[in-house]
């Protein structure tokens, strides 16, 4: 599956523009922890952003979030079972089945609630733009547990044990991933 056909899926089965701009930002993100890790970037990619690729259709259905995709997927002929794996990692706190278990897996568990800890920090800058934000900023905001009250930080801090990655380090990467795609993101 390339990028293309990742985004024309995404789109035919995601309309909320907020939602997509998520999956773009953990996109980014994983894109930038693949070439980090040395592993195949437009996989981890791909990753990111079909991992919330059937919340809407399962927000209410939380246990068939994934699996749904994992079907969409399979139905466009994509067998690639480490990227599809990977997918159905990401709804382990739900159904109890697939935890991660690979660089892969533990980056899209760590970086998803990262992204959204960025743009609440990003909309409270005076400029709301990416640039201006920097990883001081959001270790600023780091134990302020009002500030974006549903992240939930220990997701994102277990990539010190998971992944080798210093917090502060891994914040850099994701900060400067979406800052790369900034405007993709609206921000």
Not at 2 to 19: D, Y
Not at 96 to 121: H, M, R, Y
Request: hydrophobic fraction near 40%.
């Amino acid at each position: 599956m390339t990028k293309e056909q990742a985004l024309e899926l995404l789109h035919s089965k995601m309309q909320f523009p907020n939602l997509r701009k998520h999956c773009y930002a953990v996109g980014a993100v994983m894109k930038s922890l693949a070439e980090h890790f040395g592993e195949d970037q437009a996989k981890w990619e791909i990753v990111g952003l079909l991992h919330d690729g059937d919340y809407e259709e399962t927000k209410s259905l939380p246990e068939k979030h994934t699996i749904l995709m994992s079907e969409w997927l399979k139905e466009k002929g994509e067998n690639d079972k480490e990227l599809i794996d990977a997918i159905l990692s990401h709804n382990f706190s739900h159904t109890g089945q697939n935890p991660p278990k690979n660089n892969l897996e533990w980056s899209l568990f760590c970086c998803d609630e990262l992204t959204g800890l960025i743009v609440a920090v990003t909309l409270v800058r005076p400029t709301k733009k990416l640039a201006d934000v920097t990883v001081e900023n959001i270790l600023d905001k780091w134990d302020s547990k009002s500030f974006a009250a549903g992240v939930k930080r220990e997701q994102i801090e277990i990539c010190e044990e998971k992944l080798g990655i210093k917090l502060n380090d891994f914040i850099a990467i994701a900060l400067k991933a979406m800052q790369n795609v900034s405007k993709d993101l609206g921000l």
